[in-house]
């Protein structure tokens, strides 16, 4: 299944709605977490009955990118040399880009064997990247979730949505992160003059939108918040003042 199978799954959702009573068919709206930002966005764009969406750490960096800066993180945190990870983050690009060409998966998986006969033994040793590894990444990056989400643009999407939308991000996300992904979709917004969109910094709160300390994936479980209660407020008061 891919990101654009979700969207299906929430639009048959949405459809499901309307035919309830009781239900106000002008009013219902998706709220997405992280790929599910994405979710929401995409169904907005194929179906009118989605009037409102909001996004919670929602990817707005090209879903490759994203996954390379978590890598390279990872990496500088277990101490690995600045010129080892410029090394795996180079070759990784190289590899997504071939993902992203419109050829069929057996072109791709050829395109990337011949990229790998090509390195250096001493980079692929550097990398620790054996055959079994590279015969292990194929097999993901071909797999359709994978090159749907690292062909997805997202700012597109967002461009192109005409109902009101509200993103928020965490000052303390350290798997999606606000200071390259907020000014990527600011930009967007003030270039095309959108005004339907509405973009927020929720300042001491994780990914999962917890008020954390350190924003750290290990701390998520530690914290007994399930949702911080000023998001939810923001969240409420945002719905309730687009709705009237």
Same mark, same amino acid.
Not at 10 to 26: E, H, P, Q, S
């Given at each position: ?9 929430a ?21 997405g ?13 194929q ?21 390379i ?14 010129? /080892? @990870?410029?090394?795996?983050? %180079?070759?990784?690009? $190289? #590899?997504?880009?071939? =993902? ?5 998966? !057996? ?55 005409d ?22 979709i600011?930009?967007?917004? /003030? @270039?095309?003059k959108?005004? %339907?969109?509405?973009? $927020? #910094?929720?300042?001491? =709160? ?5 008020? !954390? ?23 409420s008061?945002?719905?309730?003042y687009?709705?009237?």
């Amino acid at each position: 299944s891919t990101t654009g199978d979700f969207a299906t799954d929430a639009i048959a959702a949405v459809d499901y709605l309307r035919t309830r009573k009781g239900i106000d068919v002008n009013q219902i709206g998706l709220i997405g977490h992280s790929e599910g930002g994405a979710t929401a966005v995409i169904a907005a764009s194929q179906s009118n009955d989605v009037k409102f969406i909001i996004s919670l750490a929602g990817g707005i960096e090209n879903f490759g990118d994203i996954h390379i800066k978590q890598i390279s993180d990872r990496l500088r945190s277990q101490n690995i040399p600045e010129e /080892n @990870i410029e090394l795996e983050v %180079n070759w990784r690009r $190289q #590899l997504n880009e071939i =993902v992203r060409e419109p050829t069929d998966s !057996a072109m791709a998986a050829k395109k990337m064997w011949n990229a790998y006969n090509l390195l250096p033994e001493e980079d692929i040793k550097t990398m620790n990247w054996p055959e079994g590894r590279m015969d292990h990444m194929i097999s993901q990056l071909l797999s359709p979730w994978w090159r749907y989400s690292i062909s997805l643009d997202v700012i597109s999407l967002y461009m192109d949505l005409d109902r009101p939308a509200l993103l928020l991000f965490g000052g303390k996300d350290v798997q999606l992160n606000a200071s390259t992904n907020m000014p990527l979709i600011e930009e967007a917004v /003030n @270039i095309n003059k959108k005004t %339907n969109i509405n973009i $927020q #910094l929720i300042d001491g =709160v994780n990914h999962l939108f917890q008020t !954390a300390d350190t924003g750290s994936e290990y701390e998520y479980i530690q914290i007994e918040e399930t949702l911080s209660t000023e998001v939810l407020k923001l969240l409420s008061e945002w719905i309730l003042y687009e709705l009237n």
